[in-house]
């Protein structure tokens, strides 16, 4: 079993950064892909960013690529999402997702996450 709790969310004028923690627990995080997603009001939630169990493996929204990074530290057992030049349109609650072992590799798809954390609010005021 794995619980995730992020944090570091919170309100930014555009053009801002704000950066997310997600930590971890259970013996088996190790070897876990890890994902982030969010979900805006009124609209499906969304695929954001992943990163391979080992942190090798990066991939990215389009509507995030440059602007966000994406990085886990296994010791640590977190998971972080790095917002740079934040824009209104980012504003949702961004939630933590934990692939079940030993799926260590990246993926969009949120059918193959198996743990979710609770979910942090970001806003960005426009």
């Known amino acids: 079993q794995v619980q995730l709790v992020e944090s570091g969310g919170g309100l930014v004028q555009a053009g801002g950064s704000l950066r997310l923690s997600c930590a971890a627990s259970g013996r088996t995080f190790g070897s876990s892909g890890m994902g982030w997603f969010r979900q805006a009001p009124g609209k499906q939630r969304e695929f954001v960013a992943a990163v391979s169990w080992s942190g090798d493996s990066t991939v990215y929204a389009d509507s995030v690529k440059g602007r966000f990074t994406c990085s886990g530290d296994n010791a640590k057992k977190t998971v972080s999402l790095q917002m740079s030049s934040l824009k209104h349109e980012d504003t949702a609650v961004y939630y933590c997702?934990?692939?079940?072992?030993?799926?260590?590799?990246?993926?969009?798809?949120?059918?193959?996450?198996?743990?979710w954390g609770q979910g942090t609010q970001v806003t960005v005021s426009s």
């Open positions: 997702a934990a692939r079940a072992p030993p799926f260590g590799g990246v993926s969009s798809r949120d059918y193959e996450y198996v743990y």
